[in-house]
């Protein structure tokens, strides 16, 4: 059983930054893709970023190209998001994913998933 925890989320000013933090389960990042989606209130759930289990190739999201940057630590099983120029279009609950299947970037390929913690960015 895979068991995913988020943290690390707030209240921050526009253009300000936080560090998102994911503690996996013992040999999950080992076993699996991970990434990072998270969904606003009303919308649906979006795809953020991406890191993948062997050669660490990342993958993100348009919108936070530049901003954002997912990382792991494999001896730690911990996984972040370090979130810079935050906009007030970023607010939403950010959750963290292990990928078994189909494409980094539909939620569909996710079969475990975090609780999500709550960003929000004030203008």
């Known amino acids: 059983q895979v068991q995913l925890v988020e943290s690390g989320g707030g209240l921050v000013q526009s253009g300000g930054s936080l560090r998102l933090s994911c503690a996996a389960s013992?040999?999950?990042?080992?076993?699996?893709?991970m990434a990072w989606f998270r969904q606003a209130p009303g919308k649906e759930r979006e795809f953020v970023a991406h890191i993948a289990w062997g050669d660490l190739g990342t993958y993100y999201a348009d919108s936070v190209k530049g901003r954002f940057t997912i990382s792991k630590d494999n001896a730690k099983n911990m996984m972040y998001l370090q979130m810079n120029s935050l906009k007030p279009e970023d607010t939403a609950v950010y959750h963290c994913?292990?990928?078994?299947?189909?494409?980094?970037?539909?939620?569909?390929?996710?079969?475990?998933w975090g609780q999500g913690t709550q960003v929000t960015v004030s203008s």
């Open positions: 013992r040999r999950t990042f080992s076993n699996y893709a």
């Open positions: 994913a292990a990928r078994d299947r189909g494409s980094y970037y539909s939620p569909l390929s996710y079969a475990y």
